[in-house]
């Protein structure tokens, strides 16, 4: 499926980026994100425990770090060790692929509040597409932990223990946040370099097998991960989010215009964004009381041209994706005329005239032929809104096209 629409030129500066990196191969290696996850809330307190969470890499190389970060905490956050190694099975790790994460050398480290950290480098090779098990002790829990809500991937829990090197972890509770861990890099050949997707709970793999890795992101970094030079695919969707207006419930995260440089922009290696967002701003009009919520299809416009703007000052370039249709959403979100008319307004001036390096028709490619304000129903989860696996496939592979050609 080919259903999109291209600026040749920026396209094939990113197959020049893929060309680059084959010709670095050989060049000394240097830091690349390999996976993300933007931090959107203050989670829930926390007793001490051990957590053990599941990341996958999309780029492989041969050491690895973790970015960590307290930024909703409302103290201090002690971490008493920290631990990667290759998943096995379930909570386990492959033997003898465990290692122990320092922090500027030390195993232990404090974040005060607010606070982030890199660890230091650890001597572990891993491959694209591979799963990796880290691990954090809380010696003394969290009052509050920062966390990314919409995880799609079983955390591991052993209460008041240090597990972290444990091979076979104990049998406990489980959670489907992301707690603290907020990036993986990796070191990978100097030519190498990191597409980052900025967007909502479409990015995010709402509606997506969990524990499947069926995210559209997950689809794309396995897609690109046979390429003669594969690159990174790192996932900046959040749930719930928003380009113009920071959280107001029933959306999430800070918004797109305050979180770019956070989590897209100073990403290590990044050199192309996909931002697939906007329809939460367009739909907060119909569901939110407060009228400076409602935002007008300019603001949104204005906003995708800040954006670019921000990205071409750091040589970031940016592929647009249209807006998905929405007809028939079930509540909390809302379809309406109006709303309609502004997402229309928005992606005719994608299509048009928008200043992005390359630009992906997503409600082309997803919408029913016979009723375009609709998903094509082999592509819905069931909402309306959220595609299902072989939606999400689907956009992968538009993108794909669209940016990757």
């Known amino acids: 499926m080919t259903r999109q629409f291209l600026h040749s030129a920026a396209a094939l500066s990113l197959a020049a980026m893929l060309?680059?990196?084959?010709?670095?191969?050989?060049?000394?290696t240097r830091w690349v994100a390999t996976w993300g996850a933007a931090p959107d809330a203050?989670?829930?307190a926390l007793a001490p425990q051990t957590l053990r969470q599941v990341v996958r890499t999309s780029l492989g190389g041969t050491a690895v770090r973790i970015a960590l970060s307290n930024e909703y905490g409302t103290g201090p956050l002690a971490i008493g060790s920290a631990h990667v190694a290759v998943r096995g099975?379930?909570?386990?790790?492959?033997?003898?692929?465990g290692r122990a994460v320092t922090f500027d050398g030390s195993p232990t480290v404090t974040l005060e509040k607010g606070g982030s950290i890199v660890s230091?480098?650890?001597?572990?090779r891993v491959a694209p597409l591979q799963e990796l098990a880290i691990s954090l002790y809380l010696p003394a829990g969290s009052a509050a932990s920062t966390i990314h809500g919409a995880a799609l991937q079983t955390a591991y829990i052993a209460p008041g223990i240090d597990a972290a090197a444990a091979e076979a972890f104990p049998a406990g509770p489980t959670d489907?946040?992301?707690?603290?861990?907020?990036g993986v890099d990796v070191a990978a050949p100097g030519g190498a370099g990191a597409i980052v997707v900025v967007g909502d709970s479409i990015a995010d793999g709402i509606g997506s097998t969990e524990d499947g890795n069926a995210r559209w992101p997950d689809i794309l970094a396995q897609r690109l991960s046979g390429a003669a030079?594969?690159?990174?695919?790192?996932?900046?969707?959040i749930a719930g989010n928003r380009i113009v207006r920071n959280a107001a419930r029933p959306?999430?995260?800070?918004?797109?215009?305050?979180?770019?440089?956070?989590d897209?922009?100073?990403?290590p290696g990044v050199k192309w964004i996909v931002l697939a967002q906007g329809i939460n701003d367009i739909t907060a009009g119909d569901m939110l009381a407060d009228p400076a919520e409602k935002i007008a299809a300019q603001q949104i416009i204005d906003a995708m041209q800040a954006l670019v703007r921000r990205a071409h000052a750091r040589n970031v370039r940016v592929c647009g994706a249209t807006l998905m249709p929405l007809e028939g959403v079930r509540r909390p979100f809302v379809h309406s005329l109006a709303g309609e008319a502004a997402r229309q307004q928005v992606n005719a001036w994608i299509c048009d005239s928008a200043p992005f390096d390359a630009t992906v028709d997503l409600d082309r490619a997803m919408r029913d032929p016979s009723h375009p304000g609709r998903l094509q129903a082999r592509f819905d989860s069931g909402d309306h809104l959220h595609p299902n696996d072989a939606g999400y496939a689907a956009i992968a592979e538009a993108v794909q096209a669209a940016c990757v050609k």
């Not at 230091?120 to 572990?124: K, M, R, S």
């Not at 959306?251 to 956070?262: D, I, K, N, S, V």
């Open 19 to 28: 060309a680059t990196a084959a010709a670095g191969a050989e060049q000394p």
């Open 42 to 44: 203050a989670g829930p």
């Open 89 to 97: 099975n379930g909570a386990g790790l492959v033997p003898g692929s």
């Open 120 to 124: 230091d480098a650890v001597d572990l």
């Open 176 to 182: 489907d946040s992301r707690h603290f861990i907020t």
């Open 229 to 237: 030079a594969p690159v990174a695919v790192v996932n900046a969707g």
């Open 251 to 262: 959306f999430a995260g800070p918004a797109t215009m305050a979180r770019l440089e956070r």
């Open 264 to 267: 897209a922009l100073d990403k």
